[in-house]
C-alpha cells in the first residue's frame, strides 16, 4: 500500500510543490495535490487548510504546506486541532520537528530555501519517528 501525503501550496510555492511532488512520486508516495495550480496569485489559506482537514485525526499521515515565507501557511495549518504543523529552513529543524515535537505537517517557505534543501528536508521529516518518552508529556501540552 502506497503513503499517502497531501500537499498544498500558495502561488509562491507552487514550483517547489511540483518538485517536491516529483521527487516523492519517484519514491512510490501518492500525493493529494490540494492546490494551488499555477503561479497566479491567491490566498494561502485556502490550500492550507484542506492539507490540515486530510491530516487531522489520521495517528500516522504527514503532510506538506509551502508558502513564500513559511509563516501564513503554516499559522493557517496550526490553528486546526491536532495539526502540529513545523515551519523549517534546515535539515535538523526537520528532523527534530518529528523526534521532538511529533510534528505532522511540514511547512516550507519557498522564497528562502533551494529546492536541493527542501527535498532534504522533505525526506527527514518522513523518514524520521516520534521518539515518544520525555517528549510525550510535552506535546500533550500543546493543545489548549
Same mark, same amino acid.
Request: glycine share 10%.
Given at each position: ?7 498544498? *501550496?500558495? !502561488?509562491?510555492?507552487?514550483?517547489? #510543490? ?15 495535490? #490540494?492546490? *494551488? !495550480? ?15 482537514? @486530510?491530516? $487531522? ?8 504546506? &509551502? *508558502? ?11 490553528? !486546526?486541532?491536532?495539526? +502540529?504543523?513545523?515551519? *523549517?529552513?534546515?535539515?535538523? &529543524?526537520? #528532523?527534530?520537528? @518529528? ?11 519557498? @522564497?528562502? &530555501? $533551494? ?13 524520521? $519517528?516520534?521518539?515518544?518518552?520525555? !517528549?510525550?508529556? +510535552? ?6
Amino acid at each position: 500500500m502506497k503513503r499517502t501525503i497531501p500537499i498544498g *501550496c500558495d !502561488h509562491a510555492g507552487y514550483d517547489l #510543490k511540483l518538485a517536491v511532488i516529483r521527487h516523492l512520486e519517484s519514491r512510490g508516495f501518492e500525493l493529494e495535490d #490540494k492546490g *494551488c !495550480h499555477s503561479t497566479e496569485s491567491i490566498d494561502y489559506p485556502d490550500f492550507g487548510h484542506p492539507v490540515a482537514d @486530510r491530516v $487531522e485525526g489520521e495517528d500516522d499521515m504527514l503532510g506538506i504546506v &509551502i *508558502c513564500g515565507s513559511g509563516n501564513g501557511i503554516n499559522m493557517t495549518v496550526n490553528k !486546526h486541532k491536532g495539526i +502540529r504543523s513545523a515551519l *523549517c529552513w534546515t535539515v535538523e &529543524i526537520a #528532523k527534530l520537528a @518529528r523526534q521532538h515535537n511529533n510534528a505532522n505537517i511540514l511547512a516550507l517557505p519557498a @522564497r528562502f &530555501i $533551494e529546492e536541493e534543501l527542501a527535498i532534504k528536508m522533505v525526506d527527514a521529516f518522513i523518514n524520521t $519517528e516520534f521518539e515518544g518518552g520525555r !517528549h510525550q508529556r +510535552r506535546v500533550d501540552k500543546i493543545s489548549c
